[in-house]
């Protein structure tokens, strides 16, 4: 499926968030799917690890630099709050566990 939505949509920016410390970008079989990849194990995020809205919030800010250097030419300064917000205007998230996924990522 991944490999579809890649093909049929190049612009959308796809990232991955685990509480482990697996970087999907470094494994060979996977890091040509997604552009980034936020874990509740890194020194930046930890301890905030799913169920916690900060490491969504940390996604969003990832996803969002992406996508705006991919799209924006000037260079205006803009908070991690402002990318955030623009962020979750087009922001989708597939999840496998009620608690940790689904719950606060609907947040």
């Known amino acids: 499926a991944l490999v579809q939505i890649r ?4 612009h959308l920016v796809l990232g991955a968030i685990t509480n482990g410390r697996g970087d ?3 494994i060979p079989r996977l890091h040509d799917l997604f ?9 930046s995020v930890f301890p905030a690890r799913k169920p916690s809205l900060d490491i969504y919030r940390e996604a969003a800010r990832r996803a969002a630099k992406l996508r ?5 030419t000037d260079s205006a300064q803009v908070t991690d709050d402002e990318l955030v917000a623009e962020e979750a205007r087009g922001w989708l998230h597939v999840g496998d566990d009620l608690a940790n996924d689904v719950v606060p990522a609907k947040a």
């Open 7 to 10: 093909e049929e949509h190049p």
């Open 35 to 43: 552009d980034f990849s936020v874990s509740g194990e890194e020194p």
């Open 68 to 72: 705006r250097s991919q799209t924006v």
């Open 24 to 26: 999907v970008t470094q």
